[in-house]
């Protein structure tokens, strides 16, 4: 229902504003005067810069800094063009050419508020939300400048609907989608610097500091969005007509990520996979161990080095076999297999004593070594031994313990057999 929404009048108020102050002779010079200001610092901006880039690439200064001054040097070509078109609008409105520069004032304020916008905007990290700012900002400062942030106000105010004794303009709507973009921005620039000191708190466990830093940040967006859309002026309560709707689709859509959501909150509060374990996935063949746990997924880091975004839903549904969990003790086996001629306890005693050498390789409990069996060309041995730091790699120390038993079943003079085979080639006699 447009009821108070007149395009009529609209279109008069446009009409009647472009008859003033755009179809008018002054508005052609100021035009070619504007032009003229924006090719010339067209040209100008470009042998500044080179000069400027050189200089700051030259310089020792911080990375924020240079990223600032960066940034700054981007805004040179607003800064040379309202310099020249000043300069010439100071001219062109003096008492010898005596041209109304009405408009061409109103770009130099364009320009003027585009550059103190930008500059301010330069503190923003978020490339994006730095964007957002600025154009948003300098769109107000634009309708401002020209006279028409009241008519547009009262324009998107008069478009709207009712819905029972409430009713949702277009400005409502805008001021809320605004207001609700900078209070999530806050909200997670706030989330992020709480989750920074929570994770500093030495008297909390990592599970903790992780769980806690997702529940101020989930509490901060939430909080947000209904303060953003209350403020606004829309009642919460006119959701409740097809809030369901809405609910029930939305729970469809982002069914698995809001079971991943709670899948990593579940995993935080039982303890059983936090920040540091060393996890084996049997299903996908993943063995690394646990370097962040974000809202959607875990980040398993393997030995070479590979990031693995494991979805949390999948550490409740699958086998996870947690190495670290609870106690951090470890048993290694080491198969290896000698010649029938050597000395059984022998070759027993020397395999303890090689597997003790590794620094890795705990002396208590200490090392053992069986027999497992006999087989088709060797006495087959486990050499067992337990280590406390499996996120430091099992292959790596495995591979140290067989290295010592090399060496000391060479200076034994014990060997280690390998199948042989043997070739008759027999003669046919006719």
């Known amino acids: 229902m447009l009821k108070d929404f007149n395009i009529e009048k609209q279109l008069t108020v446009i009409q009647t504003w472009v008859s003033e102050h755009i179809l008018t002779t002054s508005t052609l010079y100021q035009g070619i005067i504007i032009l003229a200001s924006f090719l010339l610092a067209g040209f100008v901006y470009p042998v500044i810069r080179r000069k400027l880039t050189k200089m700051l690439e030259g310089a020792d200064l911080p990375a924020t800094v240079r990223l600032?001054?960066?940034?700054?040097?981007?805004?040179?070509?607003?800064c040379i063009a309202l310099l020249i078109l000043y300069a010439s609008l100071v001219i062109a409105s003096s008492e010898f050419v005596g041209i109304n520069?009405?408009?061409?004032?109103?770009?130099?304020?364009?320009?003027?508020?585009?550059?103190?916008?930008?500059?301010?905007?330069?503190?923003?990290?978020?490339?994006?939300?730095?964007?957002?700012?600025?154009?948003?900002?300098?769109?107000?400062?634009?309708?401002?400048?020209?006279?028409?942030?009241?008519?547009?106000?009262?324009?998107?105010?008069?478009?709207?609907?009712?819905v029972g004794e409430s009713r949702i303009t277009a400005l409502a709507v805008i001021n809320s989608l605004l207001l609700i973009v900078v209070l999530l921005y806050f909200a997670l620039?706030?989330?992020?610097?709480?989750?920074?000191?929570?994770?500093?708190?030495?008297?909390?466990?990592?599970?903790?500091?992780?769980?806690?830093s997702k529940v101020v940040r989930v509490m901060l967006i939430v909080f947000a969005l209904l303060v953003g859309i209350t403020s606004a002026g829309i009642d919460l309560s006119l959701f409740t007509v097809f809030g369901g709707a809405i609910g029930l689709g939305i729970g469809f859509g982002l069914q698995k990520g809001i079971s991943n959501l709670f899948s990593g909150m579940l995993l935080l509060?039982?303890?059983?996979?936090?920040?540091?374990?060393?996890?084996?996935?049997?299903e996908i063949g993943t063995f690394g161990w646990v370097n962040q746990m974000a809202a959607?997924?875990?980040?398993?880091?393997?030995?070479?080095?590979?990031?693995?975004?494991?979805?949390?839903?999948d550490f409740i549904t699958q086998r996870v076999i947690n190495w670290s969990h609870g106690d951090s003790l470890i048993r290694v086996s080491v198969p290896f297999g000698v010649h029938y001629k050597s000395d059984v306890e022998k070759v027993i005693e020397i395999a303890i004593e090689a597997a003790k050498k590794p620094p890795?390789?705990?002396?208590?409990?200490?090392?053992?070594?069986?027999?497992?069996?006999?087989?088709?060309?060797?006495?087959?041995?486990?050499?067992?031994?337990?280590?406390?730091?499996?996120?430091?790699?099992?292959?790596?120390?495995?591979?140290?313990?067989?290295?010592?038993?090399?060496?000391?079943?060479?200076?034994?003079?014990?060997?280690?057999?390998?199948?042989?085979?043997?070739?008759?080639?027999?003669?046919?006699?006719?």
Not at 372 to 389: A, C, H, P, W, Y
């Open 360 to 430: 890795r390789v705990l002396a208590f409990p200490e090392p053992v070594c069986w027999i497992t069996e006999f087989g088709d060309s060797s006495v087959n041995f486990t050499l067992r031994f337990q280590i406390k730091d499996a996120e430091a790699g099992i292959t790596n120390v495995k591979g140290e313990v067989l290295l010592e038993l090399w060496k000391a079943f060479k200076e034994n003079g014990i060997d280690i057999p390998y199948p042989h085979r043997e070739v008759y080639v027999h003669e046919v006699k006719d």
């Open 68 to 78: 600032i001054a960066t940034n700054t040097i981007k805004l040179l070509w607003p």
């Open 189 to 212: 620039f706030t989330s992020t610097f709480a989750e920074k000191k929570i994770l500093g708190v030495k008297s909390l466990t990592r599970s903790s500091q992780v769980l806690i």
């Open 296 to 313: 959607r997924y875990t980040e398993i880091v393997t030995r070479d080095n590979k990031s693995f975004l494991i979805p949390n839903e």
């Open 101 to 162: 520069t009405t408009l061409g004032q109103g770009i130099t304020k364009l320009l003027l508020a585009w550059i103190i916008i930008r500059i301010v905007v330069q503190f923003i990290r978020n490339t994006a939300m730095r964007n957002f700012f600025a154009v948003v900002t300098w769109a107000i400062a634009a309708l401002s400048i020209f006279g028409l942030l009241e008519q547009t106000t009262e324009t998107l105010n008069s478009i709207g609907f009712s």
């Open 269 to 282: 509060m039982d303890r059983s996979i936090k920040p540091g374990d060393v996890i084996e996935l049997p």
